[in-house]
């Protein structure tokens, strides 16, 4: 692999990895206020289909930026509603709304558009325009650092830069700020939390719409930005690899940030290498492709023992009277 190449490689590696990683910090502050979220899929896909639906509607992707936010959110709200106000069982609640957004993103846009469960494509004004950085074009021809320059870092949309900003003000917030020591320590110890006198509802229903403004973000980014509109299941799965990143990365922003940054890398390469022959030997496009969702099994399998989730995760706090 020439430096050429390698830089293309990483290049849609940062691309690929922006959905993950927005993703995987939106589970981090819920799973951090003790609300494990398996609906990560369902928040993307439906804030993918109405980021788009706007966008084409309205011409404007700052529309329907806006439009994925509110439609995650609300979905966010809804698992909020089930599990913190009625303690419900978290996980069937997160498994309900990816098939809620499942179904409900093909019904729509066949009914709106009656184009087979998609949207039409998006152009102009409708899609998040690749941003040139100053003096990309200029330093693209000093040696080694100006391709760095120019072909990897600069030249992505503004969402794949509020993604990687997103890391460090998440580890800010959850570790520097009041507000961050109180939503570890819901997630911890509610109880105590309570006792002080602050309110564990508030503090989860809090890191929950969190949740759902970051996952509006990724579905958005799906839609308006990696691709020009919305088609069915477009997400494929991109919630639940998110999942398993934010267990490699034990709930760690930064840590988060190399775990997507892997699995994008493996994305990248499956989508680049197609049929690679080694030693004879033609590996199947099929097991390229599989190979960012192996990992994800391999990671499950073998880190869920050793990382340890906020103790209090996964249970409905019950004020005691």
């Known amino acids: 692999m020439d430096f050429m190449t390698a830089l293309q490689v990483l290049d849609s590696t940062v691309r690929l990895a922006t959905p993950l990683l927005l993703a995987c910090l939106a589970g981090l502050f819920s799973e951090r206020a003790g609300i494990f979220d398996i609906g990560l899929e369902g928040k993307m896909l439906i804030a993918a289909f109405f980021s788009a639906a706007v966008a084409y ?27 913190i106000t009625f303690r419900g069982n978290q996980l069937i609640s997160g498994v309900a709304i990816n098939f809620l957004a499942a179904g409900m993103t093909v019904l729509i846009a066949q009914d709106w558009f009656a184009q087979g469960g998609r949207t039409p494509s998006l152009i102009g004004a409708a899609r998040f325009e690749p941003i040139t950085l100053p003096l990309a074009e200029t330093l693209g021809g000093v040696p080694v650092l100006g391709p760095i320059y120019a072909e990897l870092i600069s030249g992505h949309t503004i969402l794949v830069y509020l993604a990687l900003l997103c890391v460090p003000a998440t580890w800010w917030v959850l570790f520097r700020t009041r507000f961050g020591l109180r939503l570890r320590a819901v997630g911890e110890n509610p109880a105590a939390v309570d006792t002080a006198g602050i309110s564990v509802v508030g503090m989860r229903y809090a890191a929950v719409l969190i949740c759902g403004v970051l996952c509006g973000i990724a579905g958005a980014y799906l839609a308006t930005a990696l691709q020009a509109g919305f088609v069915k299941d477009m997400t494929a799965g991109r919630g639940y690899i998110a999942l398993a990143a934010l267990i490699f990365a034990k709930w760690r922003p930064w840590y988060a940030l190399s775990a997507t940054l892997l699995f994008g890398f493996l994305q990248a390469v499956a989508l680049r290498y197609q049929n690679i022959e080694l030693g004879g030997l033609v590996i199947p496009v099929q097991l390229m492709d599989a190979l960012p969702y192996i990992l994800t099994v391999i990671i499950l399998a073998g880190f869920v023992g050793k ?7 996964g249970q409905p706090y019950v004020k005691e009277r």
């Open 57 to 83: 509607v309205s011409g404007s992707v700052w529309l329907g930026l806006l439009a994925g936010i509110g439609s995650s959110m609300l979905l966010a709200g809804l698992h909020g509603l089930a599990s």
């Open 307 to 313: 990382a340890i989730p906020p103790r209090a995760g």
